[in-house]
Nanobody, 112 residues
């Protein structure tokens, strides 16, 4: 069956970095655009970044220049490199297929 399994979240101090991974299975990963969305406590889902099947990337203004999305089609894995983290980046981060199917999420907490 289709699965998206995120990992790599954790507690980090402001200014720190994390690398999120998303292992995909059960569908032709290379053929799908993928994205990361997040949900902060008490707030709705927020689109963070996307990458299409050709590798073209896009970012929300609030993360551009700090986050980098990438994919390894040979490993069926999506990544999100988070640098210069801010407290407002605290959220559950979800790996999401282009049609909206998403994983269970990985928690990122930025706090001193």
């Amino acid at each position: 069956q289709v699965q998206l399994v995120e990992s790599g979240g954790g507690l980090v101090q402001p200014g720190g970095s994390l690398r999120l991974s998303c292992a995909a299975s059960g569908f032709p990963f290379a053929s799908y655009g993928m994205m990361w969305v997040r949900q902060a406590p008490g707030k709705g889902l927020e689109w963070v970044s996307g990458i299409n099947s050709l590798g073209t990337t896009s970012y929300a203004d609030v993360v551009r220049g700090r986050f980098t999305i990438s994919r390894d089609n040979a490993k069926n894995t999506l990544y999100l490199q988070l640098n210069s983290l801010k407290t407002e980046d605290t959220a559950m981060y979800y790996c999401t297929r282009g049609d909206g199917f998403r994983g269970q999420g990985t928690q990122v907490t930025v706090s001193s």
